[in-house]
């Protein structure tokens, strides 16, 4: 028969994994909103998620995932080089199915087209769902710390442009012509 200390070590092993497995979730996440790979972001979000961001200059608020889905190519399309970078995370494991976690957000990006560059920091809050075996998130909000939105004076010698390559391109969206003009 396991002893006490032998049961609650069981217990911190399991949150520990389950911790581990929840910031490897958030880095896919992140992973997959910078190279555009709707089928990995697919399988971070429960159904009906809660997604809420708030920017100096944009507001997001979407309730349903395949809705999210729809509206990320058009914002980090094949004329946008992006990069979110998520670091500190505080995650609590509340019991087998259900966890929180604050994370902080460092991101940028470039819109070619525009010629515009935003730069911020973010504080992140998510809540998380564990769903036939895997953790999901369930609603995901940040609240910008600073935002710095510039004209790119010249468009950068990029060496490297993952979503020109694999991105949506812009003449497939219908907000091409109106970011045109």
């Not at 970078?85 to 019991?95: K, S």
């Not at 819109?111 to 995901?140: F, H, N, V």
Request: net charge negative; proline share 3%.
């Amino acid at each position: 028969m396991p002893s006490k200390v032998d049961s609650r070590a069981a217990g911190q092993d399991l949150r520990l994994e389950d911790i581990e497995l929840i910031k490897q979730l958030k880095y896919r996440f992140w992973r997959s909103l910078d190279t555009m790979d709707v089928a990995e972001m697919r399988t971070c979000f429960v159904a009906k998620p809660i997604i809420h961001q708030q920017g100096g200059s944009y507001l997001v608020h979407i309730e349903d995932r395949e809705e999210y889905l729809a509206f990320l190519p058009k914002a980090l399309h094949a004329e946008v080089v992006s990069s979110h970078v998520g670091m500190h995370p505080e995650i609590t494991v509340h019991n087998e199915r259900e966890a929180s976690g604050i994370w902080m957000l460092l991101d940028s990006s470039m819109d070619l087209l525009r010629k515009m560059t935003t730069r911020g920091q973010a504080i992140a809050r998510d809540k998380y769902l564990k769903e036939d075996g895997a953790w999901k998130i369930t609603e995901t909000t940040y609240t910008r710390v600073y935002e710095i939105v510039e004209p790119l004076a010249a468009v950068p010698n990029l060496t490297a442009h993952y979503l020109r390559e694999h991105g949506t391109k812009l003449e497939s969206l219908d907000v091409f012509n109106a970011i045109r003009s």
